[in-house]
């Protein structure tokens, strides 16, 4: 049969060096993403703000006083309908 002697089988040390530098730049690719990440996030929240910011300065330049009540009375803004004045709805006309 063939007098084999205790050759080692197995990867070696260059395995190891291949498998450790792999690990190395997947160590180091996943830590830049983790930052880019971050720093996007920190940049939509700031722009999210800055919108809220101008959306608000906005909204109150263009808003009515307060103080003046609705030309309706009942402060939705709509016309007022023939419902009768004790909650209850009108009554329909079949």
Same mark, same amino acid.
């Given at each position: 049969m063939g007098g084999g002697g205790n050759l080692p089988i197995g990867p070696g040390i260059w395995g190891f060096i291949a498998f450790f530098v792999l690990a190395i730049a997947l160590w180091l690719l996943v830590r830049n993403m983790n930052s880019r990440l971050r720093r996007m996030a920190?940049? *939509?929240? #700031?722009? @999210? $703000?800055?919108?809220? *910011?101008? #959306?608000? @300065? $906005?909204?109150?330049s263009t808003e009515a006083p307060a103080d003046e009540p609705p030309a309706d009375g009942d402060g939705d803004g709509a016309p007022e309908d023939d419902a009768p004045g004790d909650g209850r709805p009108a009554p329909r006309a079949d």
């Amino acid at each position: 049969m063939g007098g084999g002697g205790n050759l080692p089988i197995g990867p070696g040390i260059w395995g190891f060096i291949a498998f450790f530098v792999l690990a190395i730049a997947l160590w180091l690719l996943v830590r830049n993403m983790n930052s880019r990440l971050r720093r996007m996030a920190y940049r *939509d929240r #700031d722009e @999210a $703000a800055a919108r809220a *910011d101008a #959306d608000g @300065a $906005a909204s109150a330049s263009t808003e009515a006083p307060a103080d003046e009540p609705p030309a309706d009375g009942d402060g939705d803004g709509a016309p007022e309908d023939d419902a009768p004045g004790d909650g209850r709805p009108a009554p329909r006309a079949d």
